[in-house]
Nanobody, 114 residues
């Protein structure tokens, strides 16, 4: 079992910044990928940014505004979000891929006011 705990969500005005953090614990041998997804009300969950073994994947909508960073020694992954827009409002979920499959955090809410 792998546990993922997110922190750092909240309310921010458009143009502001937030930093999300995710700490992983449990039966961790090696992560194939770690990253962040989000789900806005009434919409499907979508990829935000994901670090795999050799590359980073991200949504076009966050390019140049969001930056993901991963610390393999600490089993953490952070998401720095700058120039936030109202359309970034969503529940953000930390995700991790290990040999036994995908694990998800409980989610942290991000609200961007206009």
């Amino acid at each position: 079992q792998v546990q993922l705990v997110e922190s750092g969500g909240g309310l921010v005005q458009a143009g502001g910044s937030l930093r999300l953090s995710c700490a992983a614990s449990g039966s961790i041998v090696r992560f194939g990928a770690m990253g962040w997804y989000r789900q806005a009300p009434g919409k499907q969950r979508e990829l935000v940014e994901l670090i795999t073994e050799g590359s980073t994947k991200y949504a076009d909508s966050v390019k140049g505004r969001f930056t993901i960073s991963r610390d393999n020694a600490k089993n953490t992954v952070d998401l720095q979000m700058n120039s936030l827009k109202p359309e970034d409002t969503a529940d953000y979920y930390c995700a991790a891929l290990v040999l036994t499959g995908w694990y998800w955090g409980q989610g942290t809410q991000v609200t961007v006011s206009s």
